[in-house]
């Protein structure tokens, strides 16, 4: 699975005792109110189409939930690979390009929209710096909250929540619920509601906030997930550190 939203790249256990990595050492592993620690390797190449990589920091994690979805998924590209290049992800073809030459960035128009720095010291974030976006949600008076641009994601997810966001108590809003770690984690549905991001509307976003955590992390970097499944065309130039997007002609999270 290619993820813009993990910083690291995942290798299934399986996987990882086919190609005969070697295990390192362990280290923290963050997610959505998530925490644990895993193995971690160096992997000496990655190769996606013509694009590689060598020599870089792997994870060796159990992905039971997403071979749940497809047993061909055998693990997550994060964006230790990712951010060697220029990302097009395009929604309606179904194609992610992969760009070392600067071409695709001459040739995607639309408002270059700045990546922020994450909450927190400048010089601490490791391996990569996190895709962030400034987002300001439409139909409520509330300060712009920094989004994650996420392609692992189909659901918009906001960590915590405003009173005001809310036209119903949590505990009697819609939720949905998985399995991490064998724990079951719950998430309220909050109302769908109008985001702007730069001058890209995307309409009637339902966010999700989680109601418990599975083991205890480090305070987020940012204040929610959005997932790129959000627009039609999402453009991520990692060098020149900004974002191109392109809304769905009726856009939506239900696409």
Same mark, same amino acid.
């Given at each position: 699975m290619v993820d813009t939203g993990s910083q690291i790249t995942t290798i299934d256990p399986v996987l990882a005792s086919d190609l005969h990595l070697k295990i390192e050492g362990l280290t923290g592993v963050s997610g959505v109110a998530t925490q644990s620690r895993s193995a971690f390797t160096f992997v000496d190449l990655v190769e996606v189409g013509r694009h590689s990589v060598s020599q870089f920091l792997a994870i060796i994690q159990d992905i039971a939930e997403l071979k749940a979805a497809d047993p061909r998924i055998r693990?997550?590209?994060?964006?230790?690979?990712?951010?060697?290049?220029? #990302?097009?992800?395009? /929604?309606?073809?179904?194609? $992610?390009?992969?760009?070392? *030459?600067?071409?695709? =960035?001459?040739?995607?128009?639309?408002?270059?929209?700045?990546?922020?720095?994450?909450?927190?010291?400048?010089?601490?974030?490791?391996?990569?710096?996190?895709?962030?976006?400034?987002?300001? #949600?439409?139909?409520? /008076?509330?300060?712009?909250? $920094?989004?994650?641009?996420? *392609?692992?994601?189909? =659901?918009?997810?906001?960590?915590?929540?405003e009173p005001r966001l809310l036209r119903v108590p949590v505990n009697r809003a819609p939720v949905l619920k998985r399995v991490v770690n064998g724990v079951e984690q719950i998430f309220a549905v909050l109302p769908a509601q109008d985001i702007l991001v730069g001058a890209c509307p995307v309409r009637q976003v339902s966010f999700v906030t989680p109601m418990n955590e599975v083991g205890s992390g480090p305070n987020p970097r940012e204040d929610g997930l959005l997932p790129t499944g959000a627009f039609e065309r999402v453009f991520i130039s990692y060098s020149k550190n900004y974002a191109a997007l392109a809304p769905w002609a009726r856009s939506g999270l239900d696409r």
């Amino acid at each position: 699975m290619v993820d813009t939203g993990s910083q690291i790249t995942t290798i299934d256990p399986v996987l990882a005792s086919d190609l005969h990595l070697k295990i390192e050492g362990l280290t923290g592993v963050s997610g959505v109110a998530t925490q644990s620690r895993s193995a971690f390797t160096f992997v000496d190449l990655v190769e996606v189409g013509r694009h590689s990589v060598s020599q870089f920091l792997a994870i060796i994690q159990d992905i039971a939930e997403l071979k749940a979805a497809d047993p061909r998924i055998r693990g997550i590209l994060g964006e230790n690979f990712l951010s060697h290049f220029d #990302l097009l992800i395009d /929604n309606r073809q179904q194609i $992610l390009c992969l760009d070392e *030459s600067s071409i695709l =960035a001459h040739a995607i128009k639309g408002d270059h929209i700045l990546l922020e720095q994450p909450y927190g010291p400048r010089d601490d974030s490791p391996f990569t710096r996190p895709m962030i976006v400034s987002v300001r #949600l439409t139909t409520a /008076n509330v300060a712009p909250v $920094l989004l994650r641009l996420d *392609s692992g994601s189909n =659901a918009a997810v906001l960590y915590a929540v405003e009173p005001r966001l809310l036209r119903v108590p949590v505990n009697r809003a819609p939720v949905l619920k998985r399995v991490v770690n064998g724990v079951e984690q719950i998430f309220a549905v909050l109302p769908a509601q109008d985001i702007l991001v730069g001058a890209c509307p995307v309409r009637q976003v339902s966010f999700v906030t989680p109601m418990n955590e599975v083991g205890s992390g480090p305070n987020p970097r940012e204040d929610g997930l959005l997932p790129t499944g959000a627009f039609e065309r999402v453009f991520i130039s990692y060098s020149k550190n900004y974002a191109a997007l392109a809304p769905w002609a009726r856009s939506g999270l239900d696409r």
